[in-house]
Nanobody, 124 residues
Framework: QVQLVESGGGLVQAGGSLRLSCAASGRTFSSYAMGWFRQAPGKEREFVAA????????YYAVSVKGRSTISRDNAKNTVYLQMNSLKPEDTAVYYCAASPKVVVPTTPWGYNYWGQGTQVTVSS
């Protein structure tokens, strides 16, 4: 069982930056691939970024590639999402998720555990 708690969301102007954090409970954090997803009102939950167990491999959605960096600190049981050059279309609730799969999933169905989400609002 993994419990996830996101933080770091907020209101930011277009072009600004935010760093989201996701703290995980339990002693097996390094056994999980971690992902970030987002969901805007009226839209489906979409993949943002993911990272493998060791942190050595990362994956990004086209919409955020080059503007975002996912990282993890297994000693702190935490995964991060640094987002730069934010755009109004980045506005959404951002969720972190954990997957026990060896192959890192890029769809929501590959993840077993989810946080409660943190709101990111980008004003124009």
């Amino acid at each position: 069982q993994v419990q996830l708690v996101e933080s770091g969301g907020g209101l930011v102007q277009a072009g600004g930056s935010l760093r989201l954090s996701c703290a995980a409970s339990g002693r097996t954090f390094s056994s999980y691939a971690m992902g970030w997803f987002r969901q805007a009102p009226g839209k489906e939950r979409e993949f943002v970024a993911a990272i493998n167990r060791s942190g050595g491999r990362t994956y990004y959605a086209v919409s955020v590639k080059g503007r975002s960096t996912i990282s993890r600190d297994n000693a702190k049981n935490t995964v991060y999402l640094q987002m730069n050059s934010l755009k109004p279309e980045d506005t959404a609730v951002y969720y972190c998720a954990a997957s026990p799969k060896v192959v890192v999933p890029t769809t929501p169905w590959g993840y077993n555990y989810w946080g409660q989400g943190t709101q990111v609002t980008v004003s124009s």
